[in-house]
């Protein structure tokens, strides 16, 4: 696993987020973080608006590794 600050993705271009490729890992949450939650993910794109997204937490039992 190799962290990544940001990632170039070209206009109209795409990037897979999921567990053995990119992936996003929430440390240090204000709030425990659960099975089953819903997490709210801001994005911040260069030269445009923020996008936000719900995201569902997956069990670790279900976490490809």
Known sequence: MKLVHQL???AHGE???SPGNYHLMLMHAK???SSD??????SQ???GT???AP???DP???VNR
Request: glycine content about 0%.
């Open 8 to 10: 170039q993705i070209p």
């Open 15 to 17: 990037v897979d987020i």
């Open 31 to 33: 709030h425990p973080i």
């Open 37 to 42: 939650n819903t997490v709210s993910v801001v």
């Open 45 to 47: 794109f260069a030269q």
């Open 50 to 52: 923020p996008v936000y």
């Open 55 to 57: 995201l569902e937490v």
């Open 60 to 62: 670790p039992d279900q």
